[in-house]
C-alpha cells in the first residue's frame, strides 16, 4: 500500500469518527496506523477493540473465596427470645413445670418446635420479601411519575441561570406481555419460597420426632442396663460366697467383678447418648423436658400409610422443583419479550422557576405537553441472547431437579420400607431368643450350684438375656425412626403431627 493511499483511508477513517464521534473509531486508527501493512490483524485488532468497548469482560474471581472478607462479621450469642414472623413478638414458651411427670404426645413437642424455631422464620422472611416483589412487578401496570428540577445549558451564557420545575407522567399501554411474564415469575417464585418453608417444617418435624424416638430408646437401654447389672451384682455375691467357703475358684469372683464393670461401662455410654438427646431437645423447645415421659401414639404406622403408592405432588421438595421449572420458563419468556417495543402515553408539566421556559420560550412560563412514545432496546452487547440461552439451560436443570428428586424420595422410601420389614422379622426372632435365654440362664443357675458350669458360664447367659434384650428395643425403635423418616420423605408431617389449618408463627397450611 503506498503512502498516498495510507493518506486518503486515514482522512477517510477521520471523517467517519467526526461524523459519527465513536470513541471506538480513534482506537481503530490507532491499529490502523500501526498495522497498515497486514488487514487482517488490522481487522482482529478492530474486532477486539469493539469487543472491549461494547461488551463486558468476565471475571473469574468468583472461584476463589476470601475467608477473611466472608467471616468480617460478628454473631450475638445473647438470643433469649425467638421472634415470629407474621407477629412480631416472641413465641410463648411453656413453662418447665407444666412438663415435669407428665405424659406427653410427640406431636406435642413439633408443634412447640416449629413455633419457635429461628429457622423457619427465617423462611417465612424470605416468603414475605417475595411476596412484595410480586407488587413490584405488578407496579408495571400503573402510572410512573418522576419529577425534578434541572438547570439550562451551563455552556450557554444566556441559559446558565434558567432553572425548570418538571413532572413527568408515563402510562404504559401495550408491552407486548412483559409486565405480565415479569408478574409470572414473581408469583412462580413464591410458589418455591413456600414450598421451601413447607420443608423447613418438615425437617424440624423430623428432628423432633427421630430425637424424642432416641430418648426413648436410650431411657429403655438404660433399664436394661440396670437389670444387668443387678443380675450380674447378685451371681458375683453368689461367687464370693463360693469362694470363701471353698467350693469354687477364688478366680470366680474377680470374673464377675470384670463382667459388672463392663457393664457398668456400658450403662454410663447410654446414660451419655440419652443426656446428648435430652440437651438436643431443650434447645429445640427451649425448656428442659427431661422429666417429661413420651408417648409415641400408637397410630404412627396408621398415619404414615406405609404401603400406600406415594403421592409425589405433596412432597414438598418436589413441588419446590416443579415450581423451579415454572420460574425458567417464565423468566425464558420475559427475556424473549424484552425484545419487543414498549407503547406508552407520556405526560409533562413544566415550570420555568427562573429564566425562559425553553419548551415555549416564555420568561416564568408554563408549559404541558401529552405524546406517545414506542421504546425497545435494540442492542444489549448481546446480553438477551445470552440471558435467553442462560434460562434455556436454567429450565433444563429444573427439570433435571425434578427428576432427582424423585429418584431422592423414591429411594428413601424404598429404603424405609426394607429397614421396617427387616427389623419386623428380626423383632420375631428376638422374641423367641428372649424366651430361651432365660431358660439357659435358669438352667446354668442349676448346673453352676451342681458344679458342671462355670461362673463364666452363668455371665455370659445373663448377658445374653440383657443382649437380647437391649437388640429387642433396638429393632423397635429403629422402626420408629424410619416411619418418622417415611412420613417426612412422603409429605406427610403435617397431618401425622396435627399441623395442618394452624397458626404455625403467622403461617398457615390447608389441605
Known amino acids: ?37 497486514t488487514p487482517s490483524e488490522q481487522y482482529h485488532t478492530l474486532k477486539n477493540n469493539l469487543s472491549q468497548l461494547f461488551a463486558p469482560k468476565s471475571s473469574d474471581e468468583f472461584k476463589t473465596a476470601y475467608m477473611q472478607q466472608l467471616s468480617n462479621f460478628s454473631v450475638d450469642s445473647s438470643i433469649t427470645d425467638l421472634p415470629v414472623v407474621g407477629s412480631g413478638h416472641p413465641v410463648d414458651v411453656i413453662p418447665a413445670a407444666l412438663w415435669q411427670s407428665q405424659i406427653k404426645l410427640l406431636k406435642d413437642a413439633v408443634k412447640i418446635a416449629v413455633q419457635r424455631n429461628p429457622e423457619i422464620s427465617q423462611t417465612l422472611a424470605t416468603l414475605a420479601a417475595q411476596n412484595a416483589n410480586i407488587d413490584v412487578a405488578k407496579a408495571g401496570y400503573y402510572p410512573q411519575i418522576t419529577g425534578g428540577v434541572n438547570t439550562g445549558d451551563l455552556t450557554r451564557k444566556g441559559e446558565r441561570g434558567r432553572q425548570i420545575l418538571a413532572l413527568n407522567a408515563t402510562q404504559m399501554l401495550y408491552d407486548f406481555g412483559k409486565v405480565k411474564s415479569n408478574v409470572n415469575t414473581e408469583q412462580a417464585k413464591l410458589i418455591v419460597e413456600q414450598a421451601n418453608v413447607l420443608v423447613k417444617i418438615d425437617d424440624i418435624a423430623l428432628d423432633v420426632a427421630q430425637t424424642i424416638i432416641n430418648i426413648q430408646r ?26 470363701k467357703a471353698g467350693i469354687s475358684s477364688q478366680a470366680d469372683p474377680v470374673q464377675a467383678q470384670s463382667y459388672l464393670q463392663s457393664a457398668q461401662s456400658a450403662l454410663i455410654a447410654q446414660q451419655s447418648l440419652l443426656g446428648q438427646y435430652q440437651q438436643h431437645l431443650h434447645t429445640i423447645l427451649g425448656f428442659d423436658a427431661s422429666a417429661t415421659q413420651w408417648a ?14 406415594p403421592q409425589f405432588n405433596i412432597v414438598p421438595q418436589m413441588i419446590a422443583a416443579q415450581a423451579g421449572i415454572a420460574v425458567a420458563r417464565s423468566q425464558k419468556q420475559q427475556t424473549q419479550l424484552s425484545r419487543y417495543p414498549t407503547l406508552s402515553v407520556k405526560g409533562e408539566l413544566s415550570q420555568a422557576l427562573h429564566g425562559k421556559n425553553p419548551n415555549n420560550d416564555k420568561e416564568g412560563g408554563f408549559d404541558s405537553a401529552i405524546m406517545f412514545e414506542a421504546s425497545s432496546q435494540f442492542y444489549q452487547g448481546g446480553a438477551t441472547s445470552s440471558q435467553i440461552k442462560a434460562a434455556s439451560f436454567a429450565e433444563e436443570a429444573a427439570k ?14 424404598r429404603t424405609s ?21 432365660v431358660r439357659t440362664k435358669e438352667l446354668y443357675q442349676e448346673q453352676y450350684k451342681l458344679g458342671t458350669r462355670s461362673l463364666v458360664d452363668l455371665l455370659n447367659a445373663e448377658q445374653a438375656i440383657h443382649g437380647a434384650n437391649s437388640e429387642l428395643e433396638t429393632a423397635r425403635y429403629d422402626i420408629y425412626n424410619s416411619i418418622a423418616q417415611y412420613i417426612a420423605t412422603t409429605g406427610r408431617s403435617r397431618q401425622a403431627y396435627d399441623l395442618n389449618n394452624i397458626q404455625i408463627q403467622g403461617f398457615e397450611v390447608q389441605p
Do not use: H, W
Open 1 to 37: 500500500m503506498s503512502v498516498k493511499n495510507d493518506r486518503k483511508v486515514d482522512n477517510g477513517f477521520l471523517e467517519i469518527c467526526k461524523d459519527f464521534k465513536l470513541l471506538v473509531c480513534i482506537v481503530a486508527l490507532s491499529a490502523q496506523t500501526v498495522y497498515a501493512n
Open 218 to 243: 436410650y431411657q429403655k437401654l438404660i433399664k436394661i442396663a440396670n437389670q444387668q447389672i443387678v443380675g450380674i451384682t447378685r451371681i458375683q455375691e453368689m461367687a464370693n460366697l463360693r469362694a
Open 296 to 309: 409415641v401414639p400408637e397410630d404412627l404406622v396408621q398415619q404414615s400409610d406405609l404401603y400406600a403408592a
Open 400 to 413: 433435571a431437579q425434578v427428576n432427582a428428586v424423585y429418584l431422592k424420595v423414591l429411594d428413601q422410601i
Open 417 to 437: 420400607r426394607e429397614q421396617i420389614e427387616n427389623r419386623q422379622r428380626q423383632m420375631q426372632v428376638l422374641m423367641s431368643r428372649q424366651a430361651t435365654t
